[in-house]
């Protein structure tokens, strides 16, 4: 039951913050709000222009990536929120239909990853634990994409020298990385240990870099969109808090790398991951929200971190809920306060603002190839069950090759690997229901 208040919540305040053109998810729709804003665009083409951008990657990214994980990506609830929001009219009566709406879809989703497992379940070949084997290589191999950000900004003898390093540390921490403390036993994780100190080496090449700073001062030009996104700041506030509470009840996580380790339990390392991808989109959010005036319903997702942190402690659930939700709400809050600040400081540092766009970069690159490779194998270990092993990882390539080589790609790169995975799955089903199995 709470996790179907907290979509409903999370739903309607979505819908109701895109609604109010306060925020919205897809950081490519934010800018169209300047041509809704001036008045050169109507309500029906904003609209539009929200769905066109939102709806493929709900479909081929959100539900395909929360089904093989297991909990729901944040895409899903926002993106959609997005969209009703926008197709609701600009008026009290609209606002109300956006939060009845967005509710509904919330409830919707849940309902709908809570019956995928049954349904899997009664299948001939219950395919549904393969699916989450496609995250698997994306959780060994992402500690590596500080090292490829570096490459990216400053070449590859310094992204070579962070790889070397992050893979020291991890060497490390995996053979000496247990403490005994009394009777407490302390035992640091490989995977973000590495990670956290390939990060530290990706900012610090970062802040050595010596680049004039930018003339144009964003923060004052652009002030009453910043006073704009601070005056709503109890909106965001509410949502924050939402967010948070949901990521420590393993209801949605940001991403296909701390999905999984959600899973597993370790929201540490999961917060730990969060917090470095909200780090990378620090740049693009807070640029994005000072010159249109429309920020993202979910900041540049430390709210969210902050709730998986809490899941970390230990507390009973309600405890965990209560000290999520002030957390998120405070954390998100102080992003609204200070979004001005933060643009003052990207202003002058412009080799951060720079690294932002490499850390996304890296990170896209890498989840595209550990997706990838996921889908192989967990294709292969699918059509296993019904003796056509190789079939799963020839189809995974060819559909990579087609989408590869199409002048309109039809699938987001990321989701090759997650939909492919899906589609064998059901494929096997339907063999074996054929009688075409050949074991």
Not at 82 to 87: E, Q, S
Request: include cysteine; proline fraction near 3%.
């Amino acid at each position: 039951m709470l996790n179907y208040l907290l979509a409903a919540a999370i739903g309607a305040m979505s819908a109701l913050l895109a609604n109010k053109n306060v925020a919205v998810y897809n950081d490519g729709f934010r800018p169209v709000y300047t041509e809704y804003f001036s008045g050169r665009m109507d309500r029906k083409s904003l609209a539009a222009t929200s769905f066109a951008v939102s709806f493929g990657l709900i479909v081929g990214f959100g539900f395909t990536n929360s089904i093989a994980m297991g909990i729901i990506i944040i895409h899903t609830f926002l993106l959609m929120g997005d969209i009703i929001g926008t197709w609701c009219p600009d008026t009290p009566k609209g606002t109300i239909l956006s939060v009845i709406i967005g509710a509904i879809w919330g409830v919707m989703v849940v309902a709908f990853m809570s019956s995928i497992a049954n349904l899997f379940s009664g299948l001939p070949v219950n395919f549904l634990p393969y699916i989450g084997n496609v995250a698997d290589i994306v959780v060994a191999t992402f500690a590596v994409f500080p090292s490829l950000a570096v490459a990216y900004q400053h070449g590859i003898k310094k992204g070579g020298i962070t790889a070397v390093i992050t893979l020291a540390a991890y060497i490390l921490v995996k053979n000496f990385g247990v403490f005994n403390i009394g009777e407490l036993k302390l035992s640091l994780n490989a995977d973000g240990m590495s990670m956290l100190t390939g990060t530290i080496v990706m900012i610090f090449f970062a802040v050595r870099t010596k680049n004039e700073a930018i003339g144009a001062d964003l923060t004052n030009i652009f002030s009453e969109n910043v006073n704009r996104i601070k005056k709503n700041w109890i909106y965001f506030s509410v949502m924050g808090g939402l967010l948070s509470v949901a990521a420590s009840q393993c209801l949605l996580t940001t991403d296909v790398i701390s999905g999984p380790l959600m899973m597993k339990n370790e929201f540490a390392q999961a917060a730990l991951v969060a917090c470095v991808r909200a780090i990378g989109y620090i740049p693009l959010v807070y640029t994005t929200a000072i010159v249109t005036g429309v920020f993202s319903p979910a900041g540049s997702y430390f709210s969210i971190a902050a709730g998986m942190f809490c899941a970390s402690l230990g507390f009973s659930v309600p405890v965990t809920c209560i000290v999520s939700f002030v957390s998120g709400a405070a954390v998100i809050t102080l992003e609204t306060f200070f979004l001005g600040s933060v643009g003052n400081m990207l202003d002058k540092f412009p080799a951060l603002r720079e690294l932002g766009d490499h850390i996304r970069n890296a990170m896209s690159q890498i989840l595209e190839v550990a997706l990838l490779v996921g889908g192989f194998t967990a294709s292969a270990a699918i059509m296993n069950e019904v003796g056509m092993s190789y079939v799963g990882s020839m189809i995974v390539m060819m559909v990579w090759m087609m989408n590869k080589c199409a002048k309109k790609p039809f699938l987001i790169p990321m989701a090759v690997g997650p939909v492919v995975t899906i589609a064998m799955g059901f494929a096997a089903n339907l063999i074996k229901l054929l009688g075409l199995a050949i074991v």
